[in-house]
């Protein structure tokens, strides 16, 4: 795979200007200190001469000129005698003879400072050497004497190149470009590594080329899930349910109408759902799920007097932690209530022609076919039957049925029920046994028998010839278990959740007439009447079994 070299290149090209800039103002820091030592020096030297300068513009220039040049081969520095009128006396330089030739000095800038009584100095290119000089001079003579000025000059030396620290600046930026373009190279293949996945690309392609395909699929896949959550929120909004969907911190982040109708228009996305509800059975059951992520069931109040059936259900999600699903159960509820009036208006109305039906049955005994007779007489019974558990089912529903508790033992209960179901027991050839420990509980002992009773009944009537019946009774973790068990019939899978319903009859075939379908409804209610539970399992051509637990008082062995 091919890499761009530009990051590389410009790192070292970087590491290379920034040490050639180092090393220039090295170099010009070290020639500053260079030169500030040779002023030193100088000025040292313009102290110790200057005392006995004064005399020497007294002599001749041939003179002067002996004596200075000793000072110079002394010195190692170039050493001047300037008149007062800027002509020069004597130079270490020039031959006395040449002097003349020499310009007027009066204007050195060296000169000019001197002039005022302190040390001058000046950096400059000598105009008779053409080379760059540094000069210090000071006014010398005194009272009686001709004055004038010495001066002391250095002649700056070309500085050599630094070849071997610009070589090692040079090494210095090719290690630095080569550790950049290994590090762009690593951190390359490593993000081409996490692309190649994302792209149909060959693997030796160009990481720009991999971003671009990778770009690409990720709009796409975007769009495809923009899509998809329209088409969701889409359907949601016509779910006859409301629906809030919320995060992991309590912000709805989408509620369809329905939510919103329920629970109020402060229902908005990106608000915490506390601001749209003051529930706190809706609030409890949502901490409930966020904690333990189990599914959590209650009921809660919502807006314009609603009574809603609430779920919340945890969502393995990165960002929604749980959906809210609400029910408006105000329609059931008066579907119920008229239902159960409707219920209660039937039973009491057929009683009145029952009980004339009971009467002319009587009468035809000794007029007419006492076959027909029986047969009129045997289908009032199971109308009156009917209309009895219709107005039994309807009390209990309305909660109009007075418990009359007291200690019962249940097993001497089931041993009751047992003996007065032993005539229909033996007229079906089915054997009915009771076993278990004694237990007591606080109970109503007539709904206590009437429910064993409906059971020992049904596993009876659906029972086969030769078959049995087995009631237990057993004191389990402080409630009273009442077990009524056949090998009968059994009930098919499909109708086991169906069973508990009012009017519901298992279709059995051939099989002759059954119960009203109102037997299971009644145990249902009566049992949740008692403060129990009841629990049916079942398997078709083998047997039933129905589980009571009732709250229990004592043990008793």
């Known amino acids: 795979m091919r890499f761009r070299r530009g990051p590389g290149m410009l790192v070292g090209t970087a590491t290379l200007v920034v040490l050639c800039v180092g090393l220039a103002l090295a170099e010009r820091a070290e020639a500053r200190r260079a030169r500030e030592r040779v002023i030193v020096s100088l000025k ?30 002394a010195s190692g520095y170039r050493v001047s005698l300037i008149a007062h009128d800027g002509r020069v006396h004597a130079d270490s330089w020039t031959l006395p003879d040449l002097l003349g030739r020499l310009e007027d000095h009066s204007r050195r800038p060296e000169v000019v400072t001197a002039r005022s009584g302190g040390l001058g100095v000046a950096s400059r290119r000598s105009v008779t050497t053409t080379r760059t000089m540094t000069y210090v001079a000071a006014q010398v003579g005194g009272p009686g004497r001709p004055g004038g000025f010495l001066r002391f000059a250095h002649e700056h030396e070309p500085h050599p190149f630094p070849w071997g ?57 975007r769009e495809e899930l923009e899509r998809e959550a329209e088409v969701s929120r889409s359907a949601l909004a016509e779910v006859g349910e409301g629906v809030v969907l919320i995060d992991g911190d309590g912000v709805v982040r989408f509620a369809n109408p329905t939510a919103v109708r329920l629970l109020g228009r402060d229902l908005l996305a990106g608000r915490p759902l506390v601001e749209a509800t003051r529930s706190p059975e809706l609030l409890a059951a949502v901490r409930e799920t966020l904690a333990r992520h189990e599914a959590t069931h209650t009921s809660a109040p919502g807006s314009e007097s609603a009574e809603l059936a609430v779920r919340v259900c945890p969502l393995p999600h990165p960002v929604l932690a749980a959906a809210i699903v609400m029910h408006d159960l105000r329609g059931e509820r008066r579907l119920e209530r008229a239902r159960r009036a409707l219920v209660a208006d039937l039973a009491h109305e057929l009683r009145t022609p029952l009980t004339v039906l009971g009467a002319l049955a009587e009468e035809l005994k000794e007029e007419v076919d006492s076959d027909l007779a029986a047969t009129l007489e045997r289908q009032v019974r199971r109308l009156q039957a009917f209309a ?36 229909s027991a033996a007229k079906a050839g089915v054997s009915v046994t009771v076993d278990g420990t004694s237990a ?43 077990r009524v068990e056949d090998t009968g019939l059994g009930i098919p899978a499909a109708d086991i ?10 279709r059995r075939g051939a099989m002759p007439e059954g119960g009203s379908g109102l037997g299971l409804a009644i145990v249902k209610h009566l049992v949740h009447a008692l403060g129990g539970t009841v629990h049916l399992a079942s398997q078709e051509g083998t047997g039933t079994q129905v589980t009571l637990s009732l709250p229990g008082l004592t043990a008793e062995t």
Request: overall charge negative; hydrophobic content about 45%.
């Open 165 to 221: 620290a610009a070589g090692v600046a040079l090494l210095a930026s090719v290690v630095a470009g080569f550790v950049a373009r290994q590090w762009e190279n690593r951190q390359h293949r490593a993000v081409s590594r996490h692309l190649a996945g994302w792209a149909e690309l060959p693997s030796g392609a160009e990481l720009a080329a991999l971003a671009e395909e990778v770009d690409r699929r990720f709009r796409a896949k």
């Open 388 to 423: 009895e558990e219709l107005e039994e089912l309807a009390a209990i529903e309305s909660g109009q049925v007075k418990l009359h508790r007291e200690r019962v033992d249940g097993l001497e209960a089931a041993r009751q029920v047992v003996r007065e179901a032993a005539g």
């Open 440 to 482: 007591v509980l606080d109970t109503d002992p007539v709904r206590l028998g009437q429910v064993l009773g409906n059971l020992v009944d049904n596993a009876i009537r659906y029972n086969r010839p030769g078959g049995s019946v087995n009631v237990s009774v057993a004191p389990v973790e402080g409630c009273v278990r009442f």
């Open 44 to 73: 040292q030297g313009v102290e110790a001469m200057r005392p006995r300068a004064g005399a020497l513009f007294a002599l001749g220039s041939a003179e002067a000129d002996a004596e200075i040049r000793q000072w110079a081969a």
């Open 497 to 506: 959740d169906l069973v508990f319903q009012r009017f519901y009859r298992v």
